[in-house]
Protein backbone atom coordinates (compact mmCIF):
# COMPACT_ATOMS: atom_id res chain seq x y z
CA UNK A 1 0.00 0.00 0.00
CA UNK A 2 1.09 3.46 -0.43
CA UNK A 3 0.29 6.74 1.37
CA UNK A 4 -0.94 10.47 0.10
CA UNK A 5 0.93 13.09 1.81
CA UNK A 6 -0.96 16.77 2.79
CA UNK A 7 0.15 19.62 4.47
CA UNK A 8 -2.04 19.54 7.49
CA UNK A 9 -3.16 23.60 6.79
CA UNK A 10 -2.40 26.39 5.02
CA UNK A 11 -3.76 29.91 4.88
CA UNK A 12 -3.79 32.43 2.30
CA UNK A 13 -5.70 36.16 1.87
CA UNK A 14 -8.43 36.68 -0.52
CA UNK A 15 -7.27 37.15 -4.04
CA UNK A 16 -4.17 35.28 -3.82
CA UNK A 17 -3.32 31.66 -4.74
CA UNK A 18 -2.63 29.00 -2.90
CA UNK A 19 -1.11 25.45 -3.55
CA UNK A 20 -1.62 22.61 -2.25
CA UNK A 21 0.38 19.70 -2.40
CA UNK A 22 -0.16 15.98 -2.51
CA UNK A 23 2.84 13.37 -2.62
CA UNK A 24 2.38 9.39 -3.43
CA UNK A 25 4.95 7.49 -1.01
CA UNK A 26 5.48 4.78 -3.08
CA UNK A 27 4.44 3.60 -6.89
CA UNK A 28 4.60 6.44 -9.71
CA UNK A 29 1.70 9.53 -9.21
CA UNK A 30 1.19 9.14 -12.95
CA UNK A 31 0.13 5.98 -13.10
CA UNK A 32 -3.39 6.15 -11.72
CA UNK A 33 -5.28 9.50 -11.53
CA UNK A 34 -5.36 12.15 -8.57
CA UNK A 35 -8.87 13.70 -7.28
CA UNK A 36 -10.07 16.56 -5.46
CA UNK A 37 -12.32 16.73 -2.99
CA UNK A 38 -13.91 19.94 -0.97
CA UNK A 39 -15.22 19.44 2.20
CA UNK A 40 -17.07 22.38 4.53
CA UNK A 41 -17.89 22.06 7.93
CA UNK A 42 -21.25 19.57 8.18
CA UNK A 43 -21.04 19.17 4.34
CA UNK A 44 -20.35 15.38 2.31
CA UNK A 45 -17.20 15.95 0.62
CA UNK A 46 -17.57 17.17 -3.63
CA UNK A 47 -15.11 16.25 -6.43
CA UNK A 48 -12.99 19.94 -7.77
CA UNK A 49 -10.57 17.99 -9.81
CA UNK A 50 -10.51 14.72 -11.40
CA UNK A 51 -8.44 13.15 -13.67
CA UNK A 52 -5.53 14.84 -12.32
CA UNK A 53 -6.80 18.04 -13.82
CA UNK A 54 -10.44 17.83 -15.26
CA UNK A 55 -12.98 20.14 -13.81
CA UNK A 56 -16.88 18.94 -13.05
CA UNK A 57 -19.30 21.24 -14.77
CA UNK A 58 -20.16 23.90 -11.98
CA UNK A 59 -16.35 23.79 -10.72
CA UNK A 60 -14.67 27.83 -11.27
CA UNK A 61 -11.83 27.72 -13.04
CA UNK A 62 -10.27 28.85 -10.68
CA UNK A 63 -9.55 25.84 -9.65
CA UNK A 64 -6.71 23.53 -11.30
CA UNK A 65 -4.70 20.08 -10.88
CA UNK A 66 -1.35 18.67 -12.40
CA UNK A 67 0.96 16.32 -11.08
CA UNK A 68 4.97 16.36 -10.95
CA UNK A 69 6.16 12.97 -11.82
CA UNK A 70 10.01 14.45 -10.95
CA UNK A 71 8.35 14.83 -7.02
CA UNK A 72 5.96 12.25 -7.33
CA UNK A 73 2.88 14.66 -6.74
CA UNK A 74 0.00 16.05 -7.49
CA UNK A 75 -1.29 19.73 -6.78
CA UNK A 76 -4.65 21.77 -6.29
CA UNK A 77 -4.23 25.36 -7.37
CA UNK A 78 -6.61 27.49 -6.57
CA UNK A 79 -5.98 31.46 -7.79
CA UNK A 80 -8.29 34.46 -6.55
CA UNK A 81 -9.31 32.96 -3.27
CA UNK A 82 -12.70 33.56 -2.13
CA UNK A 83 -13.74 33.31 1.38
CA UNK A 84 -16.26 30.65 0.51
CA UNK A 85 -13.05 28.12 -0.90
CA UNK A 86 -12.40 28.01 3.09
CA UNK A 87 -12.85 24.30 3.61
CA UNK A 88 -10.92 21.02 3.95
CA UNK A 89 -9.50 19.50 0.85
CA UNK A 90 -8.49 15.68 0.28
CA UNK A 91 -6.46 14.33 -2.36
CA UNK A 92 -7.40 10.55 -3.04
CA UNK A 93 -5.87 8.36 -5.57
CA UNK A 94 -5.55 4.30 -5.98
CA UNK A 95 -3.55 0.99 -6.65
CA UNK A 96 -5.23 -2.41 -7.66
CA UNK A 97 -8.51 -2.32 -6.22
CA UNK A 98 -7.14 -0.24 -3.12
CA UNK A 99 -8.48 3.54 -2.74
CA UNK A 100 -6.38 5.65 -1.16
CA UNK A 101 -6.82 9.45 0.58
CA UNK A 102 -4.47 12.45 1.80
CA UNK A 103 -4.82 13.15 5.12
CA UNK A 104 -7.08 16.23 4.32
CA UNK A 105 -5.73 20.09 4.26
CA UNK A 106 -7.39 22.70 5.93
CA UNK A 107 -7.80 26.14 3.57
CA UNK A 108 -8.10 29.08 5.96
CA UNK A 109 -8.84 32.27 3.67
CA UNK A 110 -8.37 35.39 5.45
CA UNK B 1 -31.13 13.90 -10.89
CA UNK B 2 -28.65 11.38 -9.71
CA UNK B 3 -28.95 11.15 -5.37
CA UNK B 4 -27.86 8.86 -3.12
CA UNK B 5 -29.77 8.45 0.20
CA UNK B 6 -28.79 7.36 3.40
CA UNK B 7 -30.95 6.31 6.77
CA UNK B 8 -30.77 8.28 9.71
CA UNK B 9 -28.37 8.92 12.52
CA UNK B 10 -27.79 5.94 14.75
CA UNK B 11 -26.95 5.72 18.33
CA UNK B 12 -26.05 2.04 19.97
CA UNK B 13 -24.45 0.39 22.36
CA UNK B 14 -21.13 -1.42 22.25
CA UNK B 15 -21.95 -5.21 21.12
CA UNK B 16 -24.99 -4.52 19.25
CA UNK B 17 -25.36 -4.83 15.29
CA UNK B 18 -26.21 -2.67 13.40
CA UNK B 19 -27.12 -2.08 9.15
CA UNK B 20 -26.85 1.41 7.47
CA UNK B 21 -28.59 2.12 3.95
CA UNK B 22 -28.09 3.66 0.69
CA UNK B 23 -30.60 4.31 -1.71
CA UNK B 24 -29.76 5.21 -5.38
CA UNK B 25 -31.91 7.13 -7.83
CA UNK B 26 -31.22 8.96 -11.26
CA UNK B 27 -28.97 6.42 -12.89
CA UNK B 28 -28.81 2.85 -13.31
CA UNK B 29 -27.91 1.94 -9.76
CA UNK B 30 -26.81 -2.00 -11.12
CA UNK B 31 -24.34 -0.49 -13.72
CA UNK B 32 -21.76 1.84 -10.78
CA UNK B 33 -19.78 0.46 -8.05
CA UNK B 34 -21.25 2.01 -4.85
CA UNK B 35 -18.34 2.50 -1.98
CA UNK B 36 -18.66 3.20 1.79
CA UNK B 37 -16.03 6.33 3.29
CA UNK B 38 -15.63 6.65 6.77
CA UNK B 39 -14.92 10.01 8.43
CA UNK B 40 -13.95 9.72 12.45
CA UNK B 41 -14.85 12.56 14.90
CA UNK B 42 -12.70 15.64 13.25
CA UNK B 43 -10.53 13.23 10.98
CA UNK B 44 -9.98 12.34 7.49
CA UNK B 45 -11.78 10.25 4.92
CA UNK B 46 -10.83 6.54 4.75
CA UNK B 47 -12.15 4.27 2.24
CA UNK B 48 -13.48 1.19 3.74
CA UNK B 49 -14.81 -0.57 0.33
CA UNK B 50 -16.99 -1.23 -2.43
CA UNK B 51 -19.28 -3.36 -4.56
CA UNK B 52 -21.23 -3.59 -7.82
CA UNK B 53 -24.77 -4.19 -7.07
CA UNK B 54 -24.64 -5.72 -11.06
CA UNK B 55 -22.87 -8.89 -9.69
CA UNK B 56 -22.31 -8.49 -6.36
CA UNK B 57 -18.50 -8.13 -6.56
CA UNK B 58 -17.36 -7.04 -3.43
CA UNK B 59 -13.73 -5.32 -2.47
CA UNK B 60 -12.66 -4.64 1.08
CA UNK B 61 -10.33 -2.25 2.28
CA UNK B 62 -7.38 -4.50 3.63
CA UNK B 63 -7.33 -2.47 7.04
CA UNK B 64 -10.89 -2.90 7.71
CA UNK B 65 -11.72 -6.44 5.99
CA UNK B 66 -13.98 -8.52 8.49
CA UNK B 67 -14.83 -6.01 10.40
CA UNK B 68 -17.77 -4.66 8.39
CA UNK B 69 -19.90 -6.26 6.11
CA UNK B 70 -21.16 -4.52 2.43
CA UNK B 71 -24.05 -5.73 0.50
CA UNK B 72 -26.56 -4.85 -2.01
CA UNK B 73 -30.55 -5.28 -3.25
CA UNK B 74 -30.45 -4.11 -6.77
CA UNK B 75 -34.01 -4.75 -6.73
CA UNK B 76 -34.88 -1.46 -4.54
CA UNK B 77 -31.63 -0.11 -5.82
CA UNK B 78 -30.35 0.05 -1.92
CA UNK B 79 -26.71 -0.71 -0.75
CA UNK B 80 -25.90 -1.92 2.81
CA UNK B 81 -23.13 -1.59 5.38
CA UNK B 82 -23.46 -3.34 8.70
CA UNK B 83 -21.87 -4.18 11.82
CA UNK B 84 -22.09 -7.67 13.52
CA UNK B 85 -20.81 -6.31 16.59
CA UNK B 86 -20.00 -2.31 17.12
CA UNK B 87 -17.27 -0.64 18.94
CA UNK B 88 -16.99 2.79 20.69
CA UNK B 89 -14.29 3.74 17.65
CA UNK B 90 -16.78 2.51 15.56
CA UNK B 91 -18.32 5.86 16.00
CA UNK B 92 -18.13 8.15 12.58
CA UNK B 93 -20.29 9.57 10.09
CA UNK B 94 -20.37 7.25 6.98
CA UNK B 95 -20.96 8.19 3.66
CA UNK B 96 -21.52 6.21 0.65
CA UNK B 97 -20.35 7.03 -2.26
CA UNK B 98 -21.24 6.39 -6.65
CA UNK B 99 -17.42 5.69 -8.80
CA UNK B 100 -16.84 6.23 -12.06
CA UNK B 101 -14.67 3.92 -13.87
CA UNK B 102 -12.47 3.91 -14.80
CA UNK B 103 -10.77 7.01 -12.72
CA UNK B 104 -11.86 5.87 -9.38
CA UNK B 105 -13.52 9.40 -8.92
CA UNK B 106 -16.18 9.37 -6.40
CA UNK B 107 -18.34 11.76 -8.22
CA UNK B 108 -21.93 11.57 -5.91
CA UNK B 109 -21.92 11.20 -2.22
CA UNK B 110 -24.88 10.57 0.27
CA UNK B 111 -25.65 13.04 2.92
CA UNK B 112 -23.66 10.42 5.36
CA UNK B 113 -25.00 8.58 8.42
CA UNK B 114 -23.49 9.54 11.81
CA UNK B 115 -23.40 6.30 14.07
CA UNK B 116 -22.90 6.97 17.57
CA UNK B 117 -21.88 3.97 19.73
CA UNK B 118 -21.78 4.75 23.47
CA UNK B 119 -22.59 2.34 26.80
Known amino acids: NFMLTQPHSVSESPGKTVTISCTRSSGSIASNYVQWYQQRPGSAPTTVIYEDNQRPSGVPDRFSGSIDSSSNSASLTISGLKTEDEADYYC?????????FGGGTKLTVL | EVQLVQSGAEVKKPGESLKISCKGSGYSFTTYWIGWVRQMPGKGLEWMGIIYPGDSDIRYSPSLQGQVTISADKSISTAYLQWSSLKASDTAMYYC????????????WGQGTLVTVSS
Open chain 2, 97 to 108: VRRLDPTQNFDY
Open chain 1, 92 to 100: QSYDSDNVV
